[in-house]
């Protein structure tokens, strides 16, 4: 792979892309549009670079999102590829990155969660797990999200009675918990059940989670009969609700196909320039759940490119499975498939089906796609009436686009947390809330003024590295306060003192007895004023400080706990979770460790003579 960066000519637009055209080669590749401050506006991928830049040269014949990207193009970058594949790669990992304005984005690429069946214990457990697969075991998923993963535990749960206990409180069970007392679990941890016997429930586990479910059904009932034959009556009972439990789960999991086995179903609905992209997990013949997407597309995207840059993007970072079964065709469908079959090691098939199972499939998850985008448009419409209200009641230029709420969580002074959350067009924008851990050991317990101006300094200060010249949509059209006249004073000296003074703000106060519905909002150099108690910009406002302080509260109770789970042997080097897990449950406490002789310390499993003499050195130094 190399890369071109000719140098930067005079000429703009069509003409400027002309000259490009005598340098550049035939071969495959990756381009980059870039505007007069040398952002990215568009990144595109050629089977022939030469002849597809040539495309963008001609003064006429575009659509109004290409003419203007063309308008606005003053340089341009080349990366030449060996192959197509590797150049359609190397584009959606651009776009991801640096997200240019012109292309279609996916703005939500969360990761999905999966079940984890262990493989490293005599007596596996289940359990959720989202992230890498690092763990040793074997990994049933992706469903679509966190619920439909604990639905389908908890099911199991009653189904298989497996452990979801972790090892260490495994290891200290001295009596069967409260999961065998709800026949949740069959109590391995106490010796209630034999390694084997246990062994056979996590087999049959396993193959439901791999689609054998009608197999464990006969398989059950057959037990169930042989149980109640011998007269084992609370046996049969007990295999009977096992059934009926294996039974709700299919149910709860909705329609589950007969013909297809591992599937993503991908349908997209386009209107009036926003899109819904809606995906149905199908694993081992089964329905595991479904998410809606909204990628970034402009007004006159067609299907074909909005469909192939969401498949692009949406498994960069995942594991496809054999096949996609799509609403509609894509524009370059067999090299999306050759990526795809290199990145899992398998052939990857795309689907645009006609008739059949695969066509009703198709059909639910268009029809799901098109609701979810009505009701997000209806929440927009809405969501865009407030900021221009908001704007209205604080006397804005325009509709904010980025408002920031901010919040202090502590108690007494301790465990003090700044927290920030933001909200815009399309409501709350989760993945820019901010969480700040208070530094200040020269603050006073307490104070809140002091809490706020650290948070404050720490924003802006980060705002003006990033974004210095303001033009990137990071920073605030307006700062939410928790607090009156003596708050919003404190706000404005360090908004002065670090000259971004012109960052409206507005304090909000509970206002007489303090009772919601009476907020009282201050700024700087006007009136105290209040809104109507029917006003919905009021209850905006109200639910975007709750939100600040639901994230606070939260943040701050997560430190707390943390703290709280702390010990002394978390500061020797060294010591991990695993040895200090050994060390605690040999010597039964921090306090103990400390106290233990140099062969004491030497008699626990893991722990290296090294380790043990720099235990005894830590705490022995330290008095």
Request: hydrophobic content about 40%.
């Amino acid at each position: 792979m190399t890369e071109e960066t000719p140098t930067e000519p005079t000429l703009t637009g069509h003409e400027l892309i002309q000259s490009y055209l005598r340098t550049l080669g035939t071969g495959p590749g990756v381009y980059r549009m870039l505007d007069a401050q040398a952002r990215v506006l568009y990144v595109g991928k050629a089977r022939n670079l030469r002849a597809r830049v040539s495309s963008y040269s001609r003064p006429t014949g575009h659509t109004g999102r290409i003419a203007r990207m063309i308008d606005a193009t003053a340089a341009m970058m080349f990366l030449t590829t060996a192959t197509e594949t590797e150049a359609l790669l190397l584009e959606q990992n651009l776009i991801k990155q640096l997200k240019p304005k012109y292309n279609v984005l996916l703005r939500d690429d969360k990761s999905f969660p999966n079940i984890l069946v262990t493989k490293d214990h005599d007596f596996p457990m289940i359990k959720k797990h989202r992230g890498a697969k690092r763990e040793k075991g074997t990994y049933y998923g992706p469903f679509a999200s966190a619920g439909a993963v604990n639905r389908t535990l908890a099911q199991l749960l009653r189904v298989f009675q497996l452990r979801n206990c972790t090892d260490a409180v495994f290891a200290s069970r001295t009596r069967p918990c409260l999961q065998y007392q709800i026949k949740r679990c069959t109590a391995p941890c106490v010796g209630y059940i034999s390694k084997a016997e246990y062994a056979a429930q996590v087999g049959d586990a396993e193959r439901y989670l791999s689609g054998r479910s009608t197999e464990i059904q006969e398989k059950l009932a057959a037990q169930m009969q042989e149980a109640s034959a011998e007269m084992e009556f609370e046996r049969a009972a007990a295999l009977r609700d096992r059934i009926k439990a294996l039974t709700q789960v299919q149910t709860a999991q909705g329609i589950n196909p007969r013909t297809v086995d591992e599937a993503d179903v991908i349908a997209l609905h386009l209107e009036n320039g926003q899109a819904c992209v809606q995906v149905f997990f199908i694993r081992a013949g089964q329905n595991w759940g479904n998410r809606d997407f909204y990628p970034r597309v402009g007004p006159d995207v067609e299907e074909a490119e909005a469909l192939e840059a969401f498949i692009g993007q949406f498994y960069d970072t995942k594991e496809p499975p054999r096949q996609l079964i799509l609403s509609h065709p894509i524009e370059n469908p067999d090299l999306m498939a050759e990526a795809l079959t290199g990145k899992l090691g398998r052939k990857v098939e795309l689907l645009v089906p006609k008739r059949g199972e695969k066509a009703e499939l198709v059909d639910g998850a268009m029809r799901n796609a098109r609701e979810s985008l009505a009701r997000k448009m209806a929440e927009s419409a809405t969501q865009a009436k407030l900021l221009r209200g908001v704007a209205d009641a604080f006397g804005l230029d325009s509709p904010p686009q980025r408002i920031e709420v901010y919040d202090n969580s502590h108690i007494q002074g301790a465990f003090a947390v700044g927290a920030m959350i933001v909200a815009g067009p399309e409501g709350l924008m989760k993945n820019q809330y901010r969480k700040y851990n208070i530094r200040g050991d020269d603050l006073t317990p307490g104070d809140d003024f002091g809490m706020m101006k650290e948070v404050l300094t720490r924003r802006f200060k980060r705002l003006l590295k990033d974004d210095p010249a303001r033009d990137k949509g990071l920073w605030p059209d307006l700062l939410l306060i928790d607090g009156g006249a003596g708050q919003v004073s404190a706000v404005q000296q360090i908004m002065d003192e670090m000259g971004v003074a012109d960052v409206p703000m507005v304090g909000v106060a509970k206002g007489i007895d303090r009772d919601q519905g009476k907020e009282e909002f201050y700024r700087t150099g006007q009136r105290v004023m209040a809104l109507q108690r029917n006003d919905p910009v009021l209850y905006f406002i109200q639910r975007l400080r709750d939100e600040a302080h639901r994230f606070a509260i939260g943040t701050h109770r997560a430190k707390r706990a943390k703290a709280v789970g702390a010990t002394p042997l978390d500061d020797v080097p060294g010591v991990g979770a695993a040895r200090k897990r050994a060390l605690l449950a040999h010597f039964g406490s921090a306090k103990a460790v400390s106290r233990a002789n140099l062969a004491d310390l030497k008699a626990v499993d893991g722990v290296s003579a090294a380790l043990a003499q720099r235990l005894y050195d830590f705490f022995h130094e330290k008095g």
